[in-house]
């Protein structure tokens, strides 16, 4: 009990001191993204939208038949996703990225991943808004489950986080890893159902595919979103699962060797 | 106040840089993953009490900037401890967390965010900032269109705004032209008559003889000599003579 109030204590702490730089390092990723380009902050509404038209044309006529509300199906699997390829493969580049900083100034180095995740996070938010605009357009109706979502969205930004702790960490001692992670996070689009539908898969392939934690995050949000009702108990149990599993893992892995960071940037 | 207990630092060089697990795994099968050790810091011992400025003088490549670097936390020593007591503010390289796009007012938050200063306290010191800056109304152009003596003295006013326990200087005093030089030198007295403790690193030894109580020598991450300014600063100049 003594321990976890130590922890908490800490976490509060170092939100106290170190809250105003996230704040700072959030804005600047931000800025930086759009800076220059016509339409700025629009594309973080533009992009899943114009993602989603061209699948629904390519993959409507194959799928569609077998998933209710396909527009909506496909929308969320593709902002889910996006954010997903989005904040991991910008944390991968945190640590190296910031270098000139981190060999200068001592500052909490779990910082520069969390301030990519978050900043990314803000754009997941935005685009959050297409979505509920398709559940309009496709006359879905509204529940109270949709106060569900910030669960999903949580263990989502979670699992983002320790998979970009575990990348950032790997890239300061091998910087192959990004050209390796482009690979990999293709191959994880296509191991996660977003434009077909899961009953695709053979039935003896099903245990190996559901070991994928982007498969059960996204299932929550879409029973919370499309089918607005709750999930079962056990989906809640696998989505936490599922996001604070990656989460220790990569915390305990970039703790571990955050010291060495200095030596080889 | 700060106070090193035989501090030792290595850095591990190969002398390819493995940089890609392709090139890793093929040296690995030829036998050829060498790392020479390089001591940068040899077992230093020393204490530096509240209030003192101590000098640190020695040839390029000395060890200087690594030990302010052990001090300010940012390298952790391979052995030994280092116990600093209070908010240390290095000012190893002025605007290392400036970005470029951004304007200068950003810049401030952002830099003063960067050095530990709360939100309300940078503004309040945001004019005086400013105006130490004599940005006058480039303040809000954004920072690739800066000179760098521009970029140099707003990185300074930031950095001295506040009055920190530990400051840590590293060559820093040579920014701008001659009369913002004056003006940091007399920004860096101020400070150091406040009651803050300062490690200073120069290679003008007249800077070093003006402003610090003591001095160490460094010499291939050894120490060669501690103690009262003007004795240090004497021998280092005869055995300098000497080489």
Redo the contacts between chains.
């Keep these: 009990m003594k321990k976890q109030g130590n922890i908490v204590t800490r976490l509060i702490d170092a939100f106290r001191r170190y809250g105003y730089l996230l704040r700072q390092l959030v804005s600047r990723d931000f800025k930086s993204k759009y800076k220059r380009s016509v339409l700025g902050v629009l594309w973080s509404f533009l992009n899943p939208l114009l993602t989603m038209l061209v699948q629904y044309i390519v993959f409507s006529t194959l799928f569609k038949s077998d998933i209710p509300n396909y527009p909506l199906y496909l929308l969320t699997g593709i902002v889910c996703f996006n954010f997903f390829s989005e904040s991991t493969g910008m944390a991968l580049q945190s640590i190296t990225g910031n270098a000139s900083l981190i060999t200068k100034v001592y500052v909490p180095k779990y910082i520069y991943p969390l301030s990519r995740v978050l900043s990314s996070g803000i754009n997941l938010l935005m685009s959050l808004i297409p979505l509920l605009l398709v559940m309009l357009l496709t006359w879905t109706p509204v529940r109270p489950a949709i106060l569900l979502l910030p669960i999903g969205l949580i263990c989502l930004v979670g699992f983002c986080l320790g998979i970009g702790l575990i990348l950032s960490t790997m890239m300061v001692f091998f910087r192959d890893t990004q050209f390796l992670w482009g690979v990999v996070s293709l191959l994880w689009m296509y191991a996660t159902p977003i434009f077909y539908p899961e009953t695709i898969i053979p039935a003896k392939f099903m245990l190996i595919y559901k070991c994928n934690p982007l498969y059960h995050i996204i299932r929550f949000i879409r029973i919370v979103l499309i089918q607005g009702v709750s999930p079962e108990p056990k989906a809640y149990a696998l989505c936490l699962i599922a996001s604070f599993v990656p989460l220790v893992v990569g915390a305990a892995v970039f703790k571990k060797n955050q010291d060495k960071f200095v030596l080889n940037l | 106040m700060i106070r090193a207990e035989h501090v030792s630092l290595c850095?591990?060089m190969t002398y390819d840089r493995v940089?890609?697990?392709?090139e890793?795994v093929v040296q690995l099968l030829k036998g050829k993953v060498r790392y020479e050790e390089f001591w940068a810091l040899k077992d230093l011992s020393f204490e530096v009490r509240k209030g003192e400025v101590l000098g640190i003088v020695g040839h390029n490549g000395a060890g200087k900037s690594t030990l302010l670097?052990v001090i300010?936390?940012?390298?952790?020593p391979a052995r030994g401890s280092v116990a600093v007591n209070g908010v240390?503010a290095?000012m190893?390289?002025l605007g290392?967390?400036f970005?470029f796009?951004?304007t200068g007012r950003?810049n401030v938050?952002?830099n003063g965010?960067?050095?530990?200063f709360?939100?309300q306290f940078l503004k309040g010191k945001y004019e005086e900032i400013v105006e130490f800056s004599e940005l006058g109304q480039f303040i809000d152009v954004p920072l690739r269109n800066y000179s760098s003596g521009m970029v140099a003295r707003l990185a300074f006013s930031v950095a001295t705004v506040v009055r920190p326990d530990i400051l840590i200087v590293d060559e820093v005093l040579s920014v701008g032209d001659a009369d913002f030089q004056e003006k940091s030198k007399k920004r860096m007295l101020e400070l150091m008559g406040g009651g803050t403790t300062v490690l200073f690193v120069s290679h003008s030894l007249e800077q070093v003889r003006a402003m610090c109580d003591r001095v160490l020598w460094l010499e291939h991450g050894e120490m060669k000599m501690l103690g009262e300014a003007q004795r240090v600063c004497d021998a280092y100049q005869l055995g300098e003579g000497g080489e």
């Design positions: 850095y591990r940089k890609s697990m392709k890793y670097k300010s936390g940012i390298l952790k240390v290095p190893l390289e290392s967390g970005d796009d951004l950003e938050f952002l965010a960067i050095l530990g709360s939100e």
